[in-house]
């Protein structure tokens, strides 16, 4: 079953990219003295309702409250807490008291003393990985799989860039248990920081290790369920793509880096965590159908992205760069290394263009961004499509305007020279870095039109015009009669026009529902909806409302 988002119509092996949630960590420290804490896991995996036991010891500081930060959303997940069951005081004089707040406990204790809490972390969803339910804690009869941010109950105390962690896991198959810092290891002591430690990503069960050891780095891939690929075409395919990203920064300090693999329903993605990113995938694709871009994608983000990294508050400021230009040299990195031919490249530009120019939100400017984070789609999408297209416009230009002296690449690693000397990226940083190679770029003010303030491109300064003529269509969108994102959000039909083809099917509005299939621009493809009436579950189909038609650039090679 296909739901199509609602910016726009990708043939199927485009979905997985289009649905890439790509996902930077950024969290302050607000402290600089170092902390100790010790998490021991107890396997209860072969429970009727699988779980694991967690035990944390810490020391409270130098105050009778201290609070207990429990998971609470990530990405677009929310409600994390529901999968932490039985929290216990486990120390003598000591009380939890709840507050308005679900993700927020108060642990009442005295000053300066050694506590020892306990809690049971589950999976708060039943059967196969679908959807998003991988931003959840997995916790399988024969494999678990959870994050800092979404399986730890963390002090707020904790939060400093100093911190030293005990790791101990009992009744787990030692040989498969991986984490962001290390693996085979039942005890461990990390020494790291709130922020890593938070988006670091823990794993074990039956998981199929394979390492791959070269000069440069030591990659770690885990495996779990089938794909329709080998476990080693997967790891040649990291290792070429990690060395060429190495090449690419020319960095390679990296001496250990986890990759893990899960199958996964409806809607694939990943994202990259401390030391590691987190695949899943559609068991039944290929290779070619989008991992490959995925793990390109996936592995940009180690540099920029962490080394390169916009700090507190910027994720979605600078998610035209962060995320844009990431997916830009996922695309270019696997054509540089031949992994994607010239016509998937003309493929990807004409997706990117149609996207784009179907976009209800296609001039949002950066603040609705800003604003709106997660809860507009189309608005989340936007600098996945607008951010490829100007790292392309300023590679183009920059080759222009220096007689191909320079490209992009230049400034990539200018800025990630200038982020490993600690400074956030900023939009200075950028114009900075652009100034250093082509001082009298036009790409400052192009900036300031297209990302800032969401003008359409200039076509012509997007393509080389001796390779590419650019041609246009007329491309028909639909109306499914009622707000599709929100009715999506609410599990509501919300925004119901009178006189549509969805009110002639039989919806209502306010009616329990939500969209199963829908093609954005193909009037000929049905929509349908499950509702629920008088408590039956039923399938409302029926064809949208064409809409005048759009008319939507497109490049073909000369
Ligand atoms: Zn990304």
Redesign the pocket.
């Known amino acids: 079953m296909i739901i199509q988002p609602a910016i726009g119509q990708f043939p199927r092996r485009s979905i997985v990219k289009s649905l ?1 949630l ?1 996902t930077i960590i950024i969290f302050s420290c607000n402290f600089s003295f170092a902390y100790n804490i010790n998490y021991t896991f107890i396997n209860k995996t072969d429970a009727p309702k699988p779980y694991i036991h967690v035990i944390i010891s810490f020391k409270t500081a130098n105050q009778r409250t201290t609070q207990l930060n429990l998971p609470s959303g990530w990405v677009n997940q929310t409600e994390l807490y529901n999968c932490i069951k039985n929290i216990k005081c486990e120390t003598e004089n000591t009380s939890i008291d709840t507050t308005e707040n679900k993700a927020h406990l108060l642990l009442n204790a005295t000053e300066n003393t050694q506590i020892t809490l306990s809690y049971d972390l589950i999976s708060d969803f039943e059967g196969d990985i679908s959807n998003r339910k991988y931003f959840r804690p997995i916790i399988k009869a024969d494999c678990f799989y959870f994050l800092g941010v979404n399986g730890l109950i963390i002090p707020e105390t904790i939060k400093t860039d100093k911190l030293t962690v005990s790791l101990n896991w009992k009744g787990f198959n030692k040989t498969t248990l991986v984490n962001s810092f290390g693996t085979g290891q039942v005890n461990e002591k990390i020494t790291t920081d709130y922020n890593r430690f938070h988006a670091a990503v823990f794993a074990g069960g039956n998981l199929r290790l394979q390492p791959v050891i070269n000069k440069t780095h030591h990659i770690l891939v885990a495996v779990y369920g089938k794909f329709a690929f080998s476990d080693d075409s997967l790891n040649r395919i990291v290792d070429k793509i990690i060395t060429n990203e190495h090449d690419f920064w020319d960095d390679h300090d990296y001496p250990y880096f986890l990759v893990t693999a899960f199958p996964c329903r409806n809607a694939g993605g990943g994202t ?1 965590y401390t030391n590691s990113f987190s695949i899943f995938y559609e068991p039944q694709l290929k290779m070619e159908d989008g991992l490959i871009k995925l793990l390109y ?2 592995c940009f ?1 180690k540099w920029n ?1 962490q080394k390169i990294d916009p700090g507190d508050g910027g994720e979605f400021t600078c998610k035209w760069f ?2 844009g230009f ?2 830009y040299y996922a695309e270019k990195l696997s054509i540089d290394n031949k992994l994607q031919s010239q016509e998937d490249y003309v493929k990807y530009i004409n997706n990117l263009l149609n996207v784009l120019y179907i976009s209800p939100k296609r001039n949002a400017d950066n603040r609705q961004i800003e604003e709106l984070k997660y809860t507009d789609p189309d608005i989340y999408n936007l600098p996945y499509v607008r951010g490829p297209l100007f790292a392309l416009l300023c590679n183009n230009q920059m080759m222009r305007e220096t007689k191909g002296k320079y490209n992009l690449d230049n400034v990539m690693r200018e800025i990630l020279r200038l982020g490993e000397q600690g400074k956030p990226f900023t939009l200075d940083m950028f114009l900075k870095a652009i100034a250093k190679f082509d001082p009298m770029s036009t790409i400052p003010e192009q900036l300031n039109q297209i990302i800032i303030n969401g003008r359409d491109f200039n076509l012509n300064d997007l393509f080389d015009h001796d390779r590419y003529s650019i041609n246009y269509k007329d491309v028909t969108v639909v109306d499914p009669g009622f707000d599709f994102n929100l009715t999506q959000k609410s599990k509501k039909i919300i925004g119901l026009k009178n006189g549509s083809n969805a009110e002639k099917a039989g919806l209502k509005e306010g009616m329990e529902g939500q969209v199963t299939s829908y093609w954005s621009n193909d009037a000929t493809k049905a929509i349908k909806v499950q509702v629920k009436q008088d408590n039956t579950l039923k399938t409302i189909t029926y064809f949208p409302n064409p809409v005048k038609p759009i008319r939507v650039p497109y490049i073909t090679k000369i």
């Open positions: 890439i790509l990259g994608h996936e983000h992205g962060i995320e990431t997916d």
